[in-house]
């Protein structure tokens, strides 16, 4: 991404928004922490639940949230552009915001594999029944990305 | 106020306050801490009120084990954060506020559980569901505006 493309970002309506609303950014940043809430809480739901420490709750139960933390992804989404359109000079060249994008990505590569290596033979599983150890290791990886991409996000303002 | 003056200058307090890295480790730790007390809770009431379908609300008994976890996290880190600045923090209306909310909520989410092992999903269990979930949400919104008073 060059510099025009940067300023292009500053100069739209949401980065003028940002920027020139003082409610603006504590308003997105309280969106910010309800759509990780439950981002991470249908995470940790399906997650402890396919690694086998939470072996009481049922499987195809757990599985049912996935739209929900898609929706808990989606205002992050959304209100992380909102940030980046605020002050994209300042996110664009940080260390700590690269390395949030980069757990990102490699989150939803986990979760794509999830899907389609996991999910149909997990639907089948009985109450109680553990997961297959694939299933557990795209599971912990799940819950280590976004820890990390929790911590890389609390850092953005410590790593500048 | 002499009280908060000594907490603040405890070798924890100086530490927390002084050590730029240790501060932001505690909010690194707080985030953390959140995200699992939170996120289970959340998915909790909002499955008891409705906005969400998902597991039977009972079932989440499973997933409280890592919410305690995340709380205990959140006790310790948030009482090193406190410590730090507590000439300051205990006269912010919001801190109090937070306090306040999540102390209710947890209360009311204990009463939403013993409602439901008792009574099942009748109207008071979803009231007291949807009163944790209004509380913690408020207690999200005066947690984070504590860095803008």
């Excluded at chain 1, 049922?58 to 989404?77: D, R």
């Excluded at chain 2, 953390?32 to 909002?46: D, E, K, P, Q, R």
């Excluded at chain 2, 205990?90 to 947890?106: E, N, R």
Aim: charge should be neutral.
């Amino acid at each position: 991404m060059n510099q025009d493309t940067l300023a292009w970002f500053s100069d739209t309506w949401l980065g003028v928004f940002m920027r020139d609303t003082y409610w603006a950014w504590p308003f997105m940043e309280n969106f910010h922490f309800f759509g990780l809430s439950v981002l991470f809480g249908g995470l940790v739901a399906i997650d402890l639940r396919v690694v086998g420490i939470a072996p009481s709750v049922p499987m195809k139960a757990a599985l049912s949230l996935i739209p929900y933390v898609m929706v808990g992804f989606a205002i992050n989404l959304i209100t992380g552009i909102f940030f980046f359109a605020g002050d994209p000079f300042r996110y664009f060249y940080n260390i700590a915001f690269q390395w949030k994008m980069a757990l990102i990505v490699l989150a939803g590569i986990n979760a794509l594999w999830f899907w389609f290596g996991e999910h149909a033979k997990l639907s089948k599983l009985a109450d109680g029944e553990q997961a297959d150890f694939p299933a557990k290791v795209i599971a912990t990886l799940s819950l280590a990305i976004w820890m990390g991409v929790i911590i890389l996000g609390r850092l953005i303002p410590y790593l500048e | 106020m002499d009280l908060l003056l000594w907490i603040e200058e405890t070798s924890i307090g100086v530490h927390v306050r002084e050590d730029a890295w240790t501060f932001a480790i505690m909010l690194c730790l707080h985030s953390l801490g959140m995200a699992f007390s939170l996120g289970v809770v959340m998915i909790t009431t909002m499955r008891s009120v409705g906005v969400l379908k998902g597991i039977p609300v009972l079932a989440h008994a499973g997933l409280f084990p890592a919410a305690w976890t995340g709380f205990i996290i959140n006790l310790i880190s948030g009482i090193a954060l406190y410590v730090s600045h507590a000439t300051e923090y205990t006269f912010q209306v919001v801190f109090i506020l937070k306090l306040s909310l999540l102390a209710i909520g947890g209360i009311f989410m204990k009463l939403m559980m013993n409602n439901y092992r008792a009574n099942g999903a009748e109207a008071t269990s979803k009231l007291f569901g949807g009163l944790t979930l209004a509380c913690w949400i408020g207690a999200i919104i005066t947690g984070r505006l504590m860095a803008y008073s």
